[in-house]
């Protein structure tokens, strides 16, 4: 499958891009600036040399014309850079993993955007696509190691049942991750929300913290 990644410069996308490209998936890894998606990948290609194969530099256009495309940017720009490509988005499914916090000196706070979550707001930019959020609380520095897997479960919830279904499969294929399905798009907002109480257990306990769920021990697409 070719999934596309917007802000696929930053840690989160970057290390997506490494997980789903070692998965066996051709990722095109867009920017801003080609020039700096350009510089991301070789950076890939030269640690994963084997892994990273299958990735593309390119800029946030290119990358929304993948099958799947993520939203990888910070939270105030994703509804916004959403739209800027919504006519190559329009059908498809776009996997929102973005969070809306502020840091106030040690102190990580949610902040409500318009119309309850990130998720819901780039659904509203692009109503044509089929938006799922997930990955939010996946630590991203882990993520872009590939020596370790990211033991971790990942909530999905999403408005449609058949997009929710294609991003669990993915999240199925990043070794030790198990994807749960959260529910509808309404659940975005507190997925989202309860990040920043994660990033204040890393502050806290000096480490990355990373989410288990006890109790739900059969198939999670029964
Ligand atoms: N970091 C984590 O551990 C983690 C884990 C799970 C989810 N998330 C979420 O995933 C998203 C990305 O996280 P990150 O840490 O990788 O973020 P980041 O490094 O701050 O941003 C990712 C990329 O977004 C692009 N970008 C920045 N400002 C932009 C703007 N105003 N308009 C358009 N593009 C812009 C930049 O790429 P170019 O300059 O190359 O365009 C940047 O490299 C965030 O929403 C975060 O909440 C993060």
């Not at 993993?97 to 318009?114: D, K, S």
Request: net charge negative; hydrophobic share 45%; proline share 6%.
């Amino acid at each position: 499958m070719e999934i596309g990644i917007v802000g696929g410069t930053g840690p989160a996308g970057s290390g997506l891009a490494l997980r789903l490209a070692a998965a066996g998936h051709h990722v095109v890894l867009g920017s801003r600036s080609q020039e700096r998606a350009a510089e991301v990948v070789q950076k890939l290609h030269e640690r994963w040399p084997e892994q990273a194969g299958s990735i593309e530099a390119a800029d946030n256009a290119a990358a929304a014309s993948g099958e799947i495309v993520v939203i990888a940017t910070p939270w105030d720009a994703a509804w916004t850079t959403a739209k800027s490509v919504g006519h190559r988005l329009a059908g498809k499914v776009v996997l929102c993993m973005a969070n809306a916090l502020i840091r106030v000196g040690h102190e990580f706070q949610p902040l409500v955007p318009p119309r309850g979550s990130v998720a819901a707001s780039v659904q509203a930019a692009v109503p044509s696509s089929y938006v799922v959020a997930a990955l939010h609380h996946v630590p991203a520095k882990e993520l872009g190691d590939l020596a370790h897997p990211v033991e971790s479960d990942v909530l999905v919830c999403s408005d449609h049942a058949e997009a929710k279904r294609q991003c669990m499969e993915l999240i199925t294929q990043i070794p030790d991750m198990r994807p749960l399905d959260a529910g509808d798009l309404t659940q975005a907002a507190p997925i989202e929300a309860f990040t920043a109480v994660l990033l204040q257990l890393n502050i806290r306990y000096k480490t990355r913290v990373a989410v288990k769920f006890t109790g739900i021990d059969g198939d999670p697409f029964a």
